[in-house]
C-alpha cells in the first residue's frame, strides 16, 4: 500500500522555520522525483520544490521564484523521507503543503494527505 505522510505543519511567527517531513512507503523511493507543493485558500495547487533521484544532491532542486533562497528542498534515501525546510516564513507562505511522488516510466504519481501551515503572529 503506497502512503506517503506529512508531518509536523503547524502555526509560526513570520520569520520562523518550520521543517517538514514525508514518509514514503509502499514503493522504490529513490526511483522517484520527490515535490512539495502547496495550496492556499483560493488558490490552485502550485509547485514549490522538487528534488530529482539523481544521488539526492540538493544541489540538483528547483525552487518557485516565491521561496527560493528560504526553503530548501532534501531527502534521505535510507529513511524513504523527503523534507522541506522553511524558513523566514511569511504570512502569503500560509498553506496546505502536499508530498508529491512521481516517475516518468512507467508514469506513476502519489500524493500525501497534506499538512496545513499557518504563518501569523
Known amino acids: 500500500q503506497v502512503q506517503l505522510v506529512e508531518s509536523w505543519g503547524g502555526l509560526v511567527q513570520p520569520g520562523g522555520s518550520l521543517r517538514l517531513p514525508c514518509q514514503a512507503s509502499?514503493?522504490?523511493?529513490?526511483?522517484?522525483?520527490m515535490n512539495w507543493y502547496r495550496q492556499a485558500p483560493g488558490k490552485e495547487r502550485e509547485l514549490v520544490a522538487t528534488?530529482?533521484?539523481?544521488?539526492?544532491?540538493?544541489?540538483?532542486?528547483n525552487y518557485a521564484n516565491s521561496v527560493k533562497g528560504r526553503f530548501t528542498i532534501s531527502r534521505d534515501n535510507a529513511k524513504n523521507t523527503v523534507y522541506l525546510q522553511m524558513n523566514s516564513l511569511k504570512p502569503e507562505d500560509r498553506a496546505v503543503y502536499y508530498c508529491?511522488?512521481?516517475?516518468?516510466?512507467?508514469?506513476?504519481?502519489?500524493w500525501g494527505q497534506g499538512t496545513q501551515v499557518t504563518v501569523s503572529s
Open positions: 508529491n511522488a512521481r516517475r516518468s516510466r512507467p508514469y506513476t504519481n502519489y
Open positions: 528534488i530529482p533521484t539523481a544521488g539526492g544532491s540538493t544541489n540538483y532542486a
Open positions: 509502499g514503493f522504490t523511493f529513490s526511483s522517484y522525483a
